[in-house]
């Protein structure tokens, strides 16, 4: 039996569609004409840092440190407008029963996002690192370990899909698992992977094309049939 555990961000659906939501909840609890559109512009310049208080100095606001706290715990604990990639939707469904989910960073914000995608009827587990305390998040091999455990799977039968070289694969594939990354063309995370021992064993840009990585042709859906799997190289 082969188990697929998918990573949420940039995996299941865009990140970027996060921080829009957000931007639009911002403004609306706060009252800022033209924050959101202020917000969209530093993050189409390519900002993902202290977009908050770039909005409000292009406003004419001076960024308090005490609003923009509050700012972000709004931006983190609103419910998103956010929906899955279609791909991943049909992904999703191909694997019922046999997939479960990690994903890092708070555990609020991240617990909206599943319920806004409907992923807790879909996928078990569901680990949220940011749940279990400081230093759990990849590349701990808590939520590895705790995956292994609640299916009783070795790691042979255990494949990680996720986008971020940085962190997502060299755990896994230190406890034998099979890593795929998908290259969304919108991802916001595009870092090379900083050593050999954090590349994916494979790059897909859709998850129609999973099963092919898996060698499991025969169960590939219609639609992939044209596509491939390509081996990592870390090259561009």
Not at 25 to 50: M, W
Not at 138 to 167: C, H, W
Not at 205 to 229: F, K, M
């Given at each position: 039996?082969?188990?697929?555990?998918?990573d949420?961000?940039?995996?299941?659906?865009?990140?970027?569609?996060?921080?829009?939501?957000?931007?639009?909840?911002v403004?609306?609890?706060?009252?800022?004409?033209g924050?959101?559109?202020?917000?969209?512009?530093?993050f189409?310049?390519?900002?993902?840092?202290?977009?908050f208080?770039?909005a409000?100095?292009?406003?004419?606001?001076?960024?308090?440190?005490?609003?923009?706290?509050?700012?972000i715990a709004?931006?983190?604990g609103h419910d998103?407008r956010?929906?899955?990639?279609?791909?991943?939707?049909r992904?999703v469904?191909?694997?019922s029963g046999?997939a479960?989910?990690?994903?890092?960073?708070?555990?609020?914000?991240?617990?909206?996002k599943?319920?806004?995608?409907?992923?807790?009827?879909?996928?078990?587990?569901?680990?949220?690192?940011?749940?279990?305390g400081?230093d759990?998040?990849?590349?701990?091999?808590l939520?590895?370990e705790?995956?292994?455990?609640?299916?009783?799977?070795?790691?042979?039968?255990?494949?990680?899909?996720?986008?971020?070289?940085?962190?997502d694969?060299?755990?896994?594939?230190?406890?034998?698992?099979q890593?795929?990354?998908i290259?969304?063309?919108?991802?916001?995370?595009?870092?090379?992977?900083?050593?050999?021992?954090?590349?994916?064993?494979?790059?897909?840009?859709?998850?129609?094309?999973?099963e092919i990585?898996?060698?499991?042709?025969?169960a590939?859906?219609?639609?992939?049939?044209?596509?491939?799997?390509?081996?990592?190289s870390?090259?561009?």
């Amino acid at each position: 039996m082969t188990f697929v555990v998918f990573d949420l961000d940039d995996t299941l659906y865009l990140e970027r569609d996060f921080a829009f939501s957000g931007y639009a909840a911002v403004e609306a609890e706060f009252d800022i004409p033209g924050f959101e559109q202020a917000c969209l512009d530093a993050f189409a310049r390519g900002q993902r840092s202290r977009v908050f208080d770039t909005a409000l100095a292009a406003l004419g606001h001076a960024p308090d440190p005490a609003v923009v706290a509050r700012m972000i715990a709004v931006y983190r604990g609103h419910d998103p407008r956010i929906r899955l990639a279609a791909d991943a939707r049909r992904a999703v469904a191909r694997w019922s029963g046999r997939a479960g989910l990690i994903t890092d960073g708070p555990a609020e914000m991240q617990r909206n996002k599943v319920r806004a995608l409907g992923l807790a009827e879909r996928l078990d587990p569901i680990i949220l690192t940011g749940a279990l305390g400081p230093d759990a998040g990849k590349p701990s091999p808590l939520a590895f370990e705790m995956i292994e455990r609640a299916t009783g799977l070795p790691g042979q039968s255990l494949v990680y899909v996720a986008d971020n070289q940085l962190k997502d694969f060299i755990t896994p594939r230190r406890r034998g698992w099979q890593t795929i990354m998908i290259a969304r063309p919108d991802r916001i995370h595009t870092a090379p992977a900083p050593t050999p021992d954090h590349l994916p064993a494979f790059s897909i840009e859709s998850l129609d094309q999973l099963e092919i990585c898996l060698g499991s042709e025969t169960a590939t859906p219609r639609w992939a049939v044209r596509t491939t799997c390509a081996s990592f190289s870390g090259e561009s």
